[in-house]
C-alpha cells in the first residue's frame, strides 16, 4: 500500500473527520443475509446513518456497494428527509466494476464509467473525480438514473455468471456423449456474438459476487413482482453448485469410496491471484471431501490462512511438493499460473501412483 498512501489520502474510523469532503463513496459489503437469498443492507444504511450529522451543504454521497435496485432513492429520501434544510446534498450511484485481482488496475484503467445521477452538478462532480480516468483512457462513460446504474451492475453479474453456467450445462452433456467441451467452447466461441471469454467449463463460479448477486437480484425480482422474469436464475445457481457435487462424486468414484483416501487440492481461493475464499468451489469441494471422510491436503499461494480461518479442520501443506506427497488423486481447482505450470511427470513421483 505504501507507494499509493501519500498526504492526500489517509484513513479514518472517526465520521467526525469526513465533514470537510465534498464527495463520499459508500463501497462497503452487501453479502447475502443469512438464511434467505437477499442482500444485506445493514452496512450500507449504518455508513449513511453515520456520515449524516457530517454532510455539508453541497456535498454529494456516491454509492458504490452493489445494491438491490430502488436502494439509492430510498438512501436518497432519507437523506433528504434527516438533513437539516439549509443543507443540500445529492446521492449518486457509480457501481464497480472490477475484478477481484486486476483491482488496481481496473480502478484506474476502468472499461466503463457508470454515473446513475440525479442533477447535472453531480455528473459534473463525478465527471471531475474521474477526469484522469475519462482523458487518458477514452473510458466510455454512461449517464444513466438511479435504478438504472444499481441495475447495471446486476445485469451485467447476471449474465456472466449465465455464460459460465451455460458452458457448464454444455459439459454435463459432452461427459455423457463423449464431446469435447474445450473444442465446442472454441468452436461457439469463434462467433463474435458469443466471444470466448468466460466460456471455460470448470468448478463453477464463486466469491463474494456472483453468487450473492445473482440470489440477491432475483430476491428483489420477486418483490418487484417479477420473479419469473428472473426465474433463470435459479438455475444458473442451480448449475453452478452441481459443478461442486459433481466433482466430489468423480473422486469417490474414481477411489471407489472417500473414507481414508488421500486427496491433493491445489487451490482454496474462489479465483487465482487473490486470498479471497468467500463461497470458494475450491475449498467448498476440499470441505466436502473432508467431511466425506478423506484426507485432505490443500495447498494454495496466498489464500491458506484465509481458508484455515473458514475450514481449520483441514490439512494445509506448506508447498505443492508438500501436497502431493502420497495423494491417491489431485484435484488443480484455482487457476493460478503457479499450478499451471507445473510439470506432471515431475510430480508423478510425488503421489502414490501415477
Ligand atoms: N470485491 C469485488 O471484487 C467487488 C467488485 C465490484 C463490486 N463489489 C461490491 O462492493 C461492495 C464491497 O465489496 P467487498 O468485496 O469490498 O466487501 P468486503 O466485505 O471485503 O469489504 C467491505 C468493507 O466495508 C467495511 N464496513 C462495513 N460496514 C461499515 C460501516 N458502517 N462504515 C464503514 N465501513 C464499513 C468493512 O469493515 C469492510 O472492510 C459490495 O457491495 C460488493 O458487491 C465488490
Redesign the pocket.
Known amino acids: 500500500m505504501g507507494k499509493h498512501v501519500d498526504d492526500r489520502l489517509t484513513f479514518t474510523t472517526d465520521f467526525a473527520e469526513i465533514a470537510d469532503a465534498d464527495v463520499h463513496f459508500i463501497?462497503?459489503?452487501?453479502?447475502q443475509q443469512p438464511g434467505a437469498m437477499a442482500a444485506d443492507l445493514t452496512?450500507v444504511d449504518?455508513?449513511v446513518d453515520?456520515m449524516l450529522p457530517f454532510l455539508k451543504d453541497g456535498a454529494l454521497v456516491v454509492g458504490?456497494?452493489?445494491?438491490p435496485v430502488g436502494t439509492a432513492q430510498r438512501l436518497a429520501d432519507r437523506i433528504n428527509e434527516i438533513t437539516p434544510r439549509d443543507v443540500d446534498v445529492d446521492l449518486a450511484w457509480n457501481?464497480?466494476?472490477?475484478?477481484?485481482g486486476f483491482?488496481v488496475h481496473d480502478t484506474l484503467h476502468p472499461d466503463r464509467l457508470v454515473l446513475g445521477v440525479t442533477n447535472d452538478r453531480s455528473e459534473q462532480i463525478l465527471r471531475e473525480v474521474y477526469q484522469a480516468t475519462i482523458s487518458g483512457d477514452s473510458t466510455p462513460v454512461e449517464v444513466t438514473n438511479l435504478p438504472t446504474a444499481e441495475l447495471v451492475?446486476v445485469a451485467a453479474n447476471s449474465f456472466l455468471a449465465t455464460k459460465i453456467s451455460f458452458i457448464n450445462a454444455m459439459s454435463e452433456i459432452c461427459e455423457i456423449t463423449g464431446a469435447d467441451v474445450t473444442k465446442l467452447a472454441d468452436a461457439i466461441g469463434h462467433d463474435d456474438r458469443i466471444g470466448r471469454k468466460f466460456l471455460n467449463a470448470g468448478v463453477g463460479f464463486g466469491g463474494?459476487?456472483l453468487p450473492k448477486?445473482i440470489r440477491a437480484f432475483s430476491a428483489r425480482a420477486g418483490e418487484l413482482g417479477a420473479a419469473s422474469s428472473l426465474a433463470f436464475l435459479a438455475e444458473v445457481d442451480a448449475i453452478n453448485l452441481r459443478r461442486r457435487e459433481h466433482v466430489v462424486e468423480m473422486v469417490r468414484r474414481e477411489l471407489d469410496g472417500l473414507a481414508g483416501r488421500r486427496v491433493a487440492i491445489l487451490g482454496a481461493a474462489f479465483k487465482p491471484n487473490s486470498d479471497d475464499v468467500r463461497d470458494s468451489p475450491a475449498l467448498a469441494i476440499a470441505g466436502q471431501l473432508h467431511l466425506s471422510g478423506a484426507q485432505v491436503s490443500i495447498y494454495d499461494p496466498k489464500a491458506m490462512p484465509s481458508a484455515a480461518q473458514i475450514f481449520p479442520t483441514l490439512s494445509y501443506a506448506d508447498s505443492v511438493e508438500d501436497a502431493l506427497r502420497d495423494a491417491e488423486i489431485v484435484l488443480h481447482l484455482t487457476e493460478w499460473s503457479e499450478f499451471r505450470e507445473l510439470d506432471p511427470t515431475t510430480l508423478g513421483d510425488l503421489v502414490a501412483s501415477s
Open positions: 463501497c462497503v459489503g452487501t453479502p452496512y449504518a455508513a453515520s458504490k456497494s452493489t445494491v457501481p464497480e466494476f472490477l475484478r477481484e483491482a451492475k463474494g459476487c448477486d
